[in-house]
Antibody, heavy 118, light 107 residues
């Protein structure tokens, strides 16, 4: 079955970086993209960006430009999201989701909790 | 950025009753709108896309309608497993944006 398996929870200090992985299975990885969405406690989802697994093209939320990098490794069908210069308001559950360019997100990972605390 | 506004914030409904949730876009998104259901501790689940198409495996009691700036999600007869938070999302333009959600709770 189609699934996205994310890496485990992280605790980081302010100013550090975090890298979350999302391993895809059950479909041809390069035929879709991956979106990253985060959700702070008690808040709605916030779209962070999208990467094409076909050619690596990206589209990032403007507020995260400069701190965010999304990559893919087609040899392992894995997508990565790296967020740098972490702040306390980056504390959230981070999800990866499968979707094509400007299409709905039809398969989601279970989420990775990232806690930023001194 | 397109702002998505959902109403009401909370909807109290008895099991078996009909629930109607609204979503408004700050500018036209054509039919490029999805609805997601989220239960506590779980990832969002795609229910409806292209404003009115049910995703794979979604029961027929869920229906979506609308286009342009006004959209509706209807749950025809609420089951116990339907009590959750529902989000709309536009994917007509970057950045894609979500509404703040409607919590459907047991009356």
């Amino acid at each position: 079955q189609v699934q996205l398996v994310q890496s485990g929870a992280e605790v980081k200090k302010p100013g550090a970086a975090v890298k979350v992985s999302c391993k895809a299975s059950g479909y041809t990885f390069s035929t879709y993209g991956i979106s990253w969405v985060r959700q702070a406690p008690g808040q709605g989802p916030e779209w962070m960006g999208w990467i094409s697994a076909y050619n690596g093209n990206t589209n990032y939320a403007q507020k995260l430009q400069g701190r965010l990098t999304m990559t893919t490794d087609t040899s392992t069908s894995t997508a990565y999201m790296e967020l740098r210069s972490l702040r306390s308001d980056d504390t959230a559950v981070y999800y990866c989701a499968r979707n094509s360019f400007l299409r709905p997100m039809d398969v989601w990972g279970k989420g990775t909790t990232v806690t930023v605390s001194s | 950025e397109i702002v998505m506004t959902q109403s009401p914030a909370t909807l109290s409904v008895s099991p078996g009753e009909r629930a109607t949730l609204s979503c408004r876009a700050s500018q036209s998104v054509s039919s490029n709108l999805a609805w997601y259901q989220q239960k506590p501790g779980q990832a969002p689940r795609l229910l409806i896309y292209d404003a009115s198409t049910r995703a794979t495996g979604i029961p027929a009691r869920f229906s979506g309608s609308g286009s342009g700036t006004e959209f509706t999600l209807t749950i025809s007869s609420l089951q116990s497993e339907d009590f959750a938070v529902y989000y709309c999302q536009q994917y007509n333009n970057w950045p894609v944006t979500f509404g703040q959600g409607t919590k459907v709770e047991i009356k």
